[in-house]
């Protein structure tokens, strides 16, 4: 595997039903981030972990919980979530350095019913 | 005002044409500046990042950097019909917290 892989790539779940999505970057770096991406809105960034420790959080609502083992894996956690919850969901990896250039993963298609 | 503007388009270019696709940026202390190609249903794909006022150039693109005036753009040479995409502009600012904002993206054509 190389670059940022994320599984599953498409998930259709009920507002009850408890969910996690997983990211594995495979380049060596240390920051992650998981961004959100609606219909015809920008891309809004949700979390960032560096080094594993979390250094933002954008006002995201706890029905998300991320979580970040190591430098190279990269947890969401979903529960109780809305029909407009629904979105791609982005992970993406970076180099802490000047450029911090940013590599996204394929990304998880996912719908709330 | 937005952080990041973009125009959304639709851009549409005839083939072999250039485009010229264009950011603004409300945050005078940014630092770097990057442009992602997005085909529909896929993620962004990083194609130029730049941070020195002037130009980069890459192949069939070009990016242009004007801090004084805020401004970045991408050119794209010869236009591809496989170049059609959505292109986003992100910017980090001031601080260097590696906080990317993305600009809404500007739709590209590009017509055989």
């Known amino acids: 595997e190389t670059g940022v892989t994320q599984t599953p790539r498409h998930l259709v779940m009920g507002m009850t039903n408890k969910k996690s999505l997983k990211c594995e970057q495979h380049?060596?770096?240390?920051?992650m981030y998981w961004y959100k991406q609606s219909a015809k809105k920008p891309l809004e960034l949700m979390f960032v972990?560096?080094?594993?420790?979390?250094?933002e959080n954008n006002s995201v609502p706890s029905r998300f919980s991320p979580e970040c083992p190591n430098s190279s894996h990269l947890f969401l956690h979903l529960h109780t979530l809305q029909p407009e919850d629904s979105a791609l969901y982005l992970c993406?990896?970076?180099?802490?350095?000047?450029?911090?250039?940013?590599?996204f993963g394929p990304g998880t298609r996912l719908t709330v019913t | 005002q937005k952080e990041v503007e973009q125009n959304s388009g639709p851009l549409s270019v005839p083939e072999g044409a250039i485009a010229s696709l264009n950011c603004t940026y409300s945050d005078r202390g940014s630092q770097s500046f990057f442009w992602y190609r997005q085909y529909s249903g896929k993620s962004p794909e990083l194609i130029m990042f730049?941070?020195?006022?002037g130009d980069k150039e890459d192949g069939r693109f070009t990016a242009q950097l004007n801090k004084a005036s805020q401004y970045v753009s991408l050119l794209i040479r010869d236009s591809q019909p496989s170049d059609s995409a959505t292109y986003l502009c992100a910017v980090i600012g001031s601080g260097n917290t590696g906080k990317l904002i993305f600009g809404q993206g500007t739709t590209l054509q590009v017509k055989p």
């Open positions: 972990y560096n080094f594993k420790e979390q250094t």
């Open positions: 993406a990896s970076s180099q802490e350095r000047l450029t911090y250039e940013q590599y």
């Open positions: 730049i941070y020195s006022n």
């Open positions: 380049l060596g770096h240390n920051a």
